[in-house]
């Protein structure tokens, strides 16, 4: 009736990985969150650094810029253009614009169905919820 204490048992082992399981189960979905939302503030904060480059655009040119000639400059920052495909609109006349940052498919705004960002030459940020 001596028992060695050398090791675990397999109830043990499995106890340990349900409890590591209901952990990860409860912990992944947060962190993808967080990591949207991380993302999300990456766009908004370069949608707001394009929006200021047009009314810079504006003063020198009378006129906005389109896409190619706004986002030449410094190019979408590598962490944006992973997750977002951004667009700047002039519309006909060019006295006003929409800069667009479209979730991509596949990505994890997509994933976490992060909506369409959107700032227009009014200051408009479109959804207003989403704003930081």
Not at 24 to 44: K, L
Not at 97 to 111: H, K, R, V
């Amino acid at each position: 009736m001596n028992r060695r204490n050398s090791g675990f048992t397999l109830i043990e082992l499995m106890i340990t990985v349900v409890i590591i399981a209901i952990l990860v189960a409860i912990a992944y979905p947060s962190y993808t969150r967080y990591i949207a939302r991380s993302n999300r503030t990456a766009a908004q904060s370069y949608l707001m650094d394009l929006a200021q480059r047009e009314q810079q655009y504006l003063l020198d040119a009378r006129t906005y810029a389109d896409d190619a000639t706004i986002k030449a400059v410094d190019g979408v920052p590598a962490n944006v253009a992973a997750q977002y495909q951004i667009e700047v609109k002039p519309a006909a006349p060019t006295t006003t614009f929409e800069i667009w940052a479209t979730p991509l498919s596949g990505s994890i705004q997509a994933a976490n169905n992060e909506p369409i960002l959107k700032i227009y030459n009014t200051g408009e940020k479109i959804p207003a919820d989403k704003w930081n």
